[in-house]
C-alpha cells in the first residue's frame, strides 16, 4: 500500500459549524422561506414556453385561534401535469409564502397553472393543502388570485420506533420520523417544504402535534456509527380532522453503505491542566499522487471520555488524531495511521498526539504608498504551512490568521515547522488587502520568531 495522504484537516470553528450544520439538518429536516418569498422547486414549468407573468394575491386563514402562528403561501404547479382531483399536489411545485393576510407574489412562465393553498403551524410544521385554482398566465401579465382558507384543527401523531435486526456492537443513537403529504413523496431522502420531522434522541418514542387530515407517507431515519440511514419505503397513514392518533413504527436494520472508525484520542506528554479546546479525528482517502494533501476530509470532534466515532466510504484512508490551541488556530496531529475501511464494519483506532509547545510568530507590519488623507487602521498577518500557499483567493483552511490595531501582529498558537507569512492591512476607506508574497519562517518549539514584513498600499 502506498503512503498515506497527509492529512489536511479543516479549522475548529469550520468543524464546529459543520456539526451544528449536521445536527440542524436531522433536527428539522425541511426548510421554509421569507415572507413574500417565491421558492424555486424545479418543475415543469421551468420548460414552459413564453415569458413569465405574475400570479400575486393574499392568503388568509378564517377562524384561526388567536396563537395561530406558521406559515402560509400557494403552490403552483403545471396545469396539464396535474389532474388536481385525482393526484393532487405535483412533486415539484412553485411556491410563495407569506404571512396571513398578507400578499404573496409568484412569477410563473406563461399557460394555465393549477394553484393550491397551503398553511403549516409552527415552524415547518406538516402542511395542510387545500383544492386546486385554475388561473392562466399571461406573459409580461399580471393576476391576481385571493384565497381564504377555512382552519382545520391539526392531529397529533405519534407512538414508537423499532430498530429489528440490529447487530451485536452496534447502537442506534437517534431516531427521525419525517411525515409527509401522500403527493410529496421523499426523493433522495430530501423532504419537501409540507413535511414534518420529530427528531428523537434517548427514547424511541415520537410526536408530531401539526399533520393534518388526510393521507400521509411516514418514514424512519435511525442514526448510528456509520451516520444517519433513511428507510425509502415508507408507513401509509390517513389521520382524521383534529385528535390524536397512534402509529407504532418498525423497520428492519439496513446493512450501511459506510464504515466507520471509533477510538480514542490522547495527548500525551502535556503541562499539568492543560486543556485542548478542540480535539478530533479527520482522514483523507489514499488517492492520487503519494504526498499531497486532500482538500476536503472528512473529520469529527471528539465525544465524551476522549472517543470519536468517524464513519467513512470503504477504500484506503490515511486517518490522524489532531487539537487545536483555539478557533483557527493551527492544528497539532499525531501520526498518519494507513486503515482499510470496509462497509458496515466498525474498526477500532485509537491516536495518541505527543504534546508540543506552540511556536510564536511577532510581525511587525509595514504598509507602503498608504495615499494622502487615508489611514491604516490596522494590519493583519496570515500564517500558512509552506506545503498549503494563499494564492489571493481563498485562504487554505490550514492557514492561520491575525490581526492588530497596531503595527505588531501575534499568533503564538503555531506548530512548528515551515511556515509561510503573508502581511495584510485594513484602512480608514473600508479598503482592506492582504499580500499574496509569501515570506518564509522556520518555527521551532516554544520559540518566538520576530518578522518585519512589507506590504505595498492596493488602490481600488
Not at 37 to 65: F, K
Not at 79 to 95: D, E, K, Q
Amino acid at each position: 500500500m502506498g503512503k498515506p495522504a497527509p492529512l489536511k484537516i479543516g479549522s475548529s470553528s469550520m468543524l464546529m459549524a459543520c456539526v451544528l450544520t449536521v445536527v440542524g439538518l436531522l433536527g428539522s429536516l425541511g426548510g421554509t422561506a421569507a415572507a413574500g418569498a417565491a421558492v424555486h422547486r424545479p418543475s415543469q414549468a421551468d420548460t414552459a414556453p413564453g415569458a413569465d407573468g405574475v400570479l400575486t394575491g393574499n392568503v388568509t386563514i378564517r377562524n384561526a385561534p388567536a396563537y395561530f402562528a406558521g406559515e402560509v403561501g400557494v403552490a403552483a404547479c403545471p396545469g396539464a401535469s396535474t389532474p388536481a382531483a385525482t393526484t393532487g399536489l405535483c412533486a415539484a411545485p412553485l411556491i410563495a409564502v407569506a404571512e396571513s393576510g398578507a400578499s404573496y407574489t409568484l412569477a410563473l412562465p406563461a399557460g394555465t397553472w393549477e394553484v393550491y393553498e397551503f398553511y403549516e403551524l409552527g415552524f415547518e410544521g406538516g402542511a395542510y393543502i387545500g383544492h386546486a385554482h385554475t388561473v392562466s398566465i399571461v406573459g409580461g401579465g399580471t393576476v391576481r388570485q385571493n384565497i381564504s382558507v377555512l382552519y382545520q384543527a391539526p392531529t397529533t401523531l405519534s407512538g414508537t420506533v423499532t430498530v429489528s435486526g440490529v447487530p451485536s456492537g452496534i447502537t442506534v443513537e437517534a431516531l427521525v420520523v419525517t411525515a409527509c403529504p401522500s403527493s410529496q413523496p421523499l426523493v433522495g431522502g430530501i423532504p419537501s417544504e409540507f413535511c414534518d420531522s420529530d427528531y428523537v434522541q434517548g427514547s424511541d418514542t415520537y410526536s408530531l402535534p401539526t399533520l393534518f387530515r388526510g393521507s400521509w407517507l411516514l418514514y424512519v431515519g435511525y442514526e448510528t456509527v456509520f451516520g444517519l440511514t433513511f428507510v425509502t419505503t415508507p408507513t401509509p397513514v390517513r389521520l382524521p380532522k383534529g385528535g390524536s392518533v397512534n402509529e407504532n413504527l418498525s423497520v428492519n436494520y439496513q446493512t450501511p453503505v459506510d464504515g466507520a472508525l471509533e477510538g480514542t484520542v490522547t495527548i500525551t506528554g502535556a503541562p499539568p491542566g492543560f486543556t485542548a479546546p478542540f480535539e478530533g479525528v479527520g482522514a483523507c482517502p489514499v488517492a492520487g499522487t503519494p504526498g499531497t494533501a486532500c482538500a476536503e476530509p472528512s473529520y469529527t470532534l471528539i465525544g465524551t471520555g476522549d472517543t470519536y466515532q468517524l464513519a467513512l466510504t470503504p477504500g484506503q484512508w490515511g486517518a490522524a488524531g489532531f487539537y487545536e490551541l483555539g478557533g483557527f488556530a493551527g492544528q497539532f496531529i499525531s501520526p498518519v495511521q494507513a486503515v482499510t475501511v470496509s462497509a458496515g464494519v466498525v474498526d477500532q483506532v485509537n491516536f495518541v498526539i505527543p504534546y508540543v509547545k506552540p511556536a510564536k510568530v511577532e510581525a511587525t507590519v509595514t504598509v507602503t504608498g498608504v495615499p494622502a488623507g487615508v489611514t491604516v487602521e490596522g494590519t493583519e498577518l496570515l500564517a500558512c504551512p509552506s506545503g498549503d500557499p494563499y494564492d489571493g483567493t481563498s485562504v487554505p483552511i490550514e492557514c492561520v490568521e491575525g490581526s492588530d490595531a497596531g503595527s505588531v501582529v501575534t499568533i503564538g498558537t503555531l506548530p512548528p515547522g515551515t511556515w509561510l507569512l503573508y502581511p495584510g492591512y485594513f484602512a480608514s476607506n473600508g479598503s482592506f488587502y492582504t499580500g499574496t508574497q509569501g515570506t518564509t519562517v522556520k518555527l521551532r518549539a516554544g520559540g518566538t520568531k520576530k518578522v518585519s514584513l512589507n506590504v505595498a498600499y492596493q488602490s481600488g
